[in-house]
């Protein structure tokens, strides 16, 4: 399922070079983050697979799983290569170190006997001993060729090859054979301490052998492969990429026949749940919802409804139907008895679709990815660090978390690194280099700023002929024809105005555009009331005038207001309009309602899914914006150019790589340069922990919460749902009770 952000398995490649409920966060100590030290109590969310050794498993079966489309291409290290790709090429190829539940990574004993480092001077060698069955699907054995073929296409060196990833591969002088055909040696030029993530995917030579095969055979097609599956077809009208099993498999067996990802989109896969046309999918919480009402109206485990096949019409519903059959005329009768079959077939249809989903159950975890509020410093008010501290210090980070997962059961505890996660190795909540919530001391920062309460306010005088304010200077006394002129103009300016006012808000709604705490009256307000800034003044009336001669006020809303030269302060919040966006639209609600309690207004501009993150994030077409990254095992070599010191082009535009927040500095680069090239990893860890300190002070982003993972898996399923860190053990995977070979005609198992 889709996520604002950038999909996990195309972090690393993209990072060198950017998915939306379709990833990017950061902020301070904020609600309960005070550690300067490691957290003990910080614990990854288990998964949730149903796991089930597997001579639980039935041999057979076929297996449908939903993903949002058909891949772009097969070739993982493409710049569309997507989360769709990463799932169907981990059941196909190599993967040498995959991430453990913990978000570590783990030498897989059916690629690899051993791989370490075995020198560090005068430079880095890592010795890689094969696993002695590992062969590609056409029988030759996986070796030394393989490694240089990837390294050569991935190097950079040739441009020929239309990668959009390097990271490490850059660093390597030479890949020699070792002792054998079954060891492989590569030497780096520069010490490389995430040399592990390297060669994962690894793919045949016959694919990044040359540039054709690497740009373009491979986009569509895998002939050659070394996983538990191997690529039967890919079929874009029908929307469906079918796996079997690899005959040439040395490890243990698939469980299943085969494993058909099938495109479905998100906002249609309750039905395709019902419809059994996926046994597995990511979903939304309502999804998730139908299928917890649908356990409940099944009597919790797949049994008829407590209350009959009615039970889930509701009390309104029955009501009108009653009073319909009640009818007192000819034509009230017959437009109850056409309600009555109307109701049956609601009935029927509502039953039939329960007792489906009944036969689902929702996995769930936290996906090893975290939202986070992203601060463009740029340009304007967040080009200055205070301004952005400032908005930090409002935010309560932990009602943001809470909103999004506590309904969902999950814990809600703030993420409090930028680098790792609860539960990964070198964790530590840094925040405290921001600071904790605080309202006073962002108001005392932005004040330091020159943005205080009325500063939108010009001291320009009243320069309209014949006005009061004129004449007073004078020293004159307006004569009672005057003074009734003048206040009879000043009521038609007034209606005017207003009249204008509503229009612009009337315009701006139906542009999907509205400001909140604008200081012009009739604007809408954080709650979107209505409420006029005059209307909101204590004791007021509306319409009501002060008596001739005083000072007409300012409203409060506009005192309220912080500004600086006459200028107000207010930010563009972009948000995505779809439909599997409504948690990132329920989180920018909250924050906008914070930011406006301290006097900072917002214009919210929702946009189109497909548009959010290309037109609007990596442009740098925003103020505020929330998306998402996901978690990495390798944060020396992922995390660089997310926090990256924007660089200046010849052209005079900022070379940014992956920082779309467009906020970093030398020292931190530097933090990020010695962490990579330190092959200690308690020193490493400590290098990042500086970095992501100095991270948080910058306050470009800031984490808001661990995206929740909701997985829907038919209950016979076993070792899938919920992964959580880990990757999926394809091998494992299948029904305790065993299932027709392929699904029939209707699409039923």
Known sequence: MSHVGVPRGTARKRRSVALLATGVLTIPVLAGCTSDSEDPTSVAVPQDIAPA????VADGSTLNWAIDAVPSTLNAFQADADGATTRITGALLPSLFPMDAKGEPRLNPDYLESAKVIEREPKQVVLYKLNQQAVWSDGREIGAPDFVAQWRALSGKDSAFWTARNAGYERIEKIERGKDDLQVRVTFSKPYADWRSLFSPLYPKEVTGSPGTFNDGARTTLRNTAGPFRLRSVNKPKGTVVLDRNPRWWGDEARLDSLVFRAVEPGKRTDALAEGTVDVADIDPATANSIALAARYRGGNGGPPAHGPGAGITPAAALRSWALAHGSDEEAAETARAAREETREAVAVYAAEQKSLSGFAVRKSLEPSYTQLALNGESGPLSDDRVRRAIARTLDRQELADAVLKPLGLPAKPPGSHLALAGQPGYKDGSGALGERDTKEAQALLADAGWTPGGALRSTRDTKAGSEAEKKDEGEKPAAGEKAADEDEDKDEKAEKAEDTEKDDKASREEGE????????????????GVTAQDKQPGGVAGAYAPVGTAAPAPAAVKSRLGKDGKPLSLRFVLPSGPGSQSLRTVGEKIVAMLDSIGISTQVTKVADDSYFKDHIASGDYDLALYSWPATAYPATDGRPIFAKPEPATDGSL?????YTRVGSDHIDQLFDRAVAELDADASRDLLKQADARIWAAAGSIP???????????????????????????????????????PPANGKK
């Open 655 to 659: 070379l940014v790589a992956q920082n």
């Open 53 to 56: 050794s597997r001579d639980r």
């Open 514 to 529: 509205y400001t909140v705490g604008d200081d012009k009256p009739g604007s809408r307000s954080s709650g979107g009331s």
């Open 704 to 742: 808001l919460y661990q995206r929740p993972q909701l997985v829907a898996v038919d209950k016979k399923l076993a070792n899938i749902g919920a992964f959580g860190f880990a990757a999926p053990r394809y091998q494992d995977i299948g029904f305790t009770a065993r299932q027709a070979a392929g």
